[in-house]
């Protein structure tokens, strides 16, 4: 593993434990050459995955791209960080598991909402606000709306 700080490749493992509810390694890392100290994960890839995008521009899929926008879209919600990891762990595993190698990113997002909208509707219209290119105050309130269940009429005997 590349120091990411001197960039030499002599780093030594100091530490390893199971992380993520075992599905993945958290290996704390030390580099002889500057000092350094850092953390990496290993973790099961199934297959590659390639993204295809909705002008039809293909690009590898990217973990670590998925995990910035949700954890923006749950930024200061009072959800467990880990909580949040296991989320994102599953949601890869979904998207491993159906088969393809190429994912619409049409794909992705839906199952993204689908997931945050049970863990915490804040963070799913943060997330569906950008998804969906809401562009005025309207955009939102149209989508909060949708959001709600129908109120019942009040007899008034």
Known sequence: MRCPFCGSTETQVKDSRPAEDHVAI??????????GRFTTYE??????????????????FDRDKLARSIRIAMQKRPVEPER????????V??????????IDSDMIGNIVMETLARIDTVAYVRFASV?????????????????????LPVDKD
Request: charged content about 40%; glycine content about 6%.
């Open 26 to 35: 958290r290996r704390r890392r030390f580099c002889p050459a500057c000092g």
């Open 43 to 60: 973790r099961v890839q199934l297959r590659d995955l390639t993204v295809v995008k909705k002008n039809g521009k293909r690009e590898d």
């Open 84 to 91: 949040i990891d296991q989320m994102i762990s599953g949601i």
């Open 93 to 102: 595993r979904r998207l491993e598991s159906t088969g393809e190698s190429d």
């Open 131 to 151: 998804y969906k290119n809401f562009q005025e105050a309207d955009d939102f309130e149209t989508f909060v709306h949708e959001l709600r269940p129908p109120e």
